[in-house]
């Protein structure tokens, strides 16, 4: 397959990134510490629109198999409410801002369409990357060639995603730090950009990406019937604690920056270290994986991760260096979380009429884990955090533990799962 047909494929992965972590990193620290909304009923918000999300995640699968992942009108609609809720949860009306209740119900509509939006392109963009045609292959290099493809499709989405996500940690976080009146015009200078980013690899999927395998019309599978390929059940398992490792301190990041490490104005720096160690990673994880396995491949990632963690939970105020490499350490172990995972998904699922299905019941464990880190913030309230406090020695250990201890040991389950996980994976 032609490398110019991967990349028009994986050029919506850029959007895509923009709209996902990013927001999951930033929107909890713009809406509490700009905006004014305490920190315990925003978590709560968070909460309830990411639960919402996790649910219709399954139901979106199912419709992703019946309509066909390249069904123009679907990717259409879903990428131009995608644009439109962007630039609501930035740009909330003068009406909204003014009260704190309405700001937190324009918070969950504005999150919940969003995340209904993502859900609807990022399924069908899964899908299609699954089952690549590939004229070129023969009978007897097909499965060496799928699989090989697959690290390809892969490398090529979360490469654009690593960009996208650079882009989407460097902008807001320097936008923020302007006066109200700059940083609301400029907020909107970047929902147009994401808009215009969101059409050309919208244009550029549908008219030059490699097109996914033709499927025959079939029954829509019955969620219950996915649980019964253990290998696929224990992939799960291993990938909710490691989700669950990465949410909740991509939650926390930014309190951890102002109040921990106790610099706000390097914060740009930081997560775009983060992301850009995870970018360079990418092609070494990829180029790891076909050597020795993405299953091996993703251990090593998650054992850098544990040192990343396990480096922060000892750092305090000014050791932003120090910081900037840890963020580094777990940027890289990043790039493994993101392109291995799907890579052993697709190995360990033989039903590709269905795989629409068996990427929305993934994404709910990937999206009911984020649900389950905006409840973060409200343990944190519990345990007398507040943000912007650098004086509350309490409040900060309890930071540190959530943010570094408590994902730490959900990695250390997961790698633990994941050195027995028993199904052989071919590279």
């Known amino acids: 397959m032609k490398t110019s047909a991967l990349i028009f494929y994986g050029l919506l992965g850029l959007p895509l990134a923009m709209a996902a972590l990013p927001v999951y990193v930033q929107i909890p620290n713009y809406y509490t510490a700009q905006l004014g909304l305490p920190l ?36 259409i609609f879903s990428a131009a409410l995608l644009c439109l809720t962007f630039a609501g949860l930035w740009l909330p009306p003068a009406f909204a801002r003014d009260s704190s209740t309405l700001l937190l119900i324009w918070l969950g509509v504005m999150l919940s369409l969003a995340y209904t939006a993502h859900s609807m392109l990022n399924i069908a963009y899964l899908a299609w990357g699954s089952s690549l045609e590939n004229p070129s292959a023969t009978k007897d290099s097909q499965q060496d060639t799928a ?57 550029a999927l549908l008219i030059g990406a490699a097109r996914p ?113 840890v963020c580094i350490a777990s940027g890289l172990a990043l790039g493994a979380d993101l392109a291995l995972p799907p890579v052993l998904l697709t190995v360990v699922v033989n039903d590709k009429q269905n795989m629409g299905a068996y990427f929305g019941l993934w994404s709910l464990i990937g999206k009911f884990t984020l649900a389950l880190a905006g409840l973060s913030l409200s343990l944190l309230a519990l345990l007398s955090y507040q943000p912007n406090q650098v004086n509350q020695t309490n409040g900060l250990l309890a930071l540190t533990f959530t943010y570094a201890v408590l994902p730490c040991a959900f990695k250390l389950i997961a790698l633990f799962l994941l050195r027995h996980f028993s199904k052989s994976i071919s590279s």
């Open 40 to 75: 315990a009923t925003t978590g709560l918000v968070l909460f309830f629109a990411r639960m919402f999300d996790t649910v219709q995640d399954p139901f979106i699968g199912q419709l992703v198999d019946k309509f066909g992942s390249s069904n123009r009108r679907w990717i």
């Open 147 to 203: 699989y090989h493809q697959l690290l390809g499709a892969s490398a090529w989405r979360e490469a654009f995603g690593m960009i996208g996500v650079i882009l989407a940690s460097i902008i807001p976080s320097w936008i923020i730090l302007q006066d109200k009146s700059a940083a609301t015009t400029q907020l909107s200078q970047y929902a147009i950009g994401f808009t215009v980013l969101v059409m050309i690899a919208i244009c």
């Open 213 to 325: 395998l033709r499927r025959s019309v079939h029954a829509v599978i019955a969620l219950g019937s996915l649980l019964k390929n253990a290998q696929f059940v224990a992939l799960l398992r291993i990938y909710f604690l490691n989700s669950l490792s990465v949410a909740i301190p991509a939650s926390l990041i930014l309190f951890f920056i102002n109040d921990r490490i106790q610099a706000p104005e390097k914060t740009a720096l930081f997560l775009s270290s983060y992301f850009t160690a995870g970018a360079c990673g990418l092609p070494l994880w990829v180029k790891l994986a076909k050597r020795i396995g993405a299953q091996l491949s993703w251990q090593l990632g998650m054992l850098i991760a544990v040192l990343s963690f396990v480096g922060a939970s000892l750092l305090g105020a000014g050791d932003d260096y120090v910081f900037l490499l």
